[in-house]
């Protein structure tokens, strides 16, 4: 996708929850407020829940991209100046 | 002068093995004790029994080793700190609760809202045999709905409202129950599939769904010598008049059709379930 221009990138395939979330909540705080982040993660129990986590957190996601390799890369712009 | 036991365990004083004692069951709603009353139970624990109490398997508090003689002062005691006996035997049981909405992202419904309502209408009203309520937020089921004779279990039905979705393809991802499809951007949500668990209208970016929370109500569930998983009559009740009526229902044809000592399950079971599930329907269509 050309829409998007990805600041960061982080990878949360090799951590499981609740790490999995904190891992890209801790890449999110590294950004500023606007700048988009990918997060790449696994099918399953990872882009079942991290979505909404992110949400809740207030930041606003753009897209999820399947892989089609059993991975999926959440597009999100960072909210808040934490 | 015996003593009536059956009107003491009506006060909720639990007879122990150990000769005039008693384990007294508070009445406490939708598992929530303030702060006054928590001061004011240990206490009593302290004062009248043992410096202890046990928390029940449903969301009770017992003060074990009350003493017989002091039964109206315990009573005038708890009474300074909100506290009241609760209730065992044959009637309308502690109505116990989740967190819910209130509280807990996951809540579709507010559990203790509700379980004070449900108190408030049928606490201690007495019947052919023990009845229980339990409410459950949501699909995750921590309140364990389906074991209760009365199980409340909350919802969101959900309806895609194409104007605010982005495209993004979360909610097809948070749905467990594969009830979402996306075809060239167009979300459709298969009926049969949505187990109303809301996971896709709490997950989405935008909130592009249009939302109704709800109810999932099961009947004659029991989990002690016999084990039995409640069972829906409606598949969803959108509001809580119409929750109510299926209540009260529940309640009458128990009251009506039950021998004493009978669980709801095998009164269903002995009237017929169609008969049953036909004075839940007359009362959710009234």
Not at chain 2, 11 to 25: A, D, I, P, V, W
Request: proline fraction near 3%; include cysteine.
């Amino acid at each position: 996708m050309s829409d998007f221009n990805i600041d960061e990138r982080v990878d949360i395939t090799d951590v499981v929850c609740p790490t999995t979330f904190v891992k890209a909540k801790v890449a999110l705080e590294e950004l500023d407020e606007g700048q988009i982040l990918s997060i790449k993660m696994n099918d399953g129990e990872p882009v079942q829940n991290v979505p909404r986590s992110i949400k809740e957190e207030g930041h606003q996601i753009l897209k999820l991209l399947n892989n089609e390799d059993g991975t999926y890369e959440l597009i999100v712009r960072k909210v808040g100046d934490d | 002068m015996a003593v009536n036991y059956s009107l003491l365990k009506k006060g909720g004083f639990m007879r122990q093995k150990q000769k005039n004692n008693f384990s007294l069951r508070l009445r406490v709603v939708g598992g929530n004790v303030t702060a006054k009353q928590l001061a004011k139970i240990a206490e009593v624990s302290e004062r009248f029994g043992d410096g202890y109490v046990h928390l029940t398997s449903r969301q009770s508090v017992e003060i074990p080793f009350i003493k017989l003689d002091d039964i109206e002062n315990v009573k005038a005691a708890l009474a300074e700190g909100d506290v009241e006996p609760g209730v065992c035997g044959p009637r309308v049981r502690t109505i116990t609760a989740c967190q819910g909405e209130a509280i807990c992202p996951s809540g579709c419904i507010d559990t203790y809202a509700l379980a004070k309502e449900l108190d408030e209408r049928y606490f201690a009203r007495e019947l052919p045999h023990k009845f229980k309520f339990g409410i459950t937020g949501c699909q995750n089921n921590c309140l364990k709905a389906e074991e209760n004779d009365v199980g409340i279990k909350g919802g969101i039905k959900v309806t895609w409202r194409e104007s605010d979705c982005i495209g993004c393809g979360v909610c097809e991802k948070a749905c467990r129950q594969g009830a979402i499809t996306i075809t060239d951007g167009k979300v459709a949500v298969d009926n049969g599939k949505c187990n109303y668990c809301g996971r896709c209208c709490k997950a989405c970016p935008t909130d592009a769904w249009d939302t109704v929370h709800g109810y999932i109500v099961s009947f004659g569930g029991l989990f002690g010598n016999q084990i039995n998983k409640g069972e829906a009559v409606i598949p969803f009740i959108e509001d809580k008049e119409k929750l109510f009526k299926v209540c009260d229902a529940a309640i009458t044809f128990f009251d009506d059709n039950a021998k004493p000592s009978e669980r709801f399950k095998f009164t269903i079971d002995r009237v017929g379930k169609e008969i049953f599930e036909k004075a839940i329907l007359e009362a959710y269509n009234e």
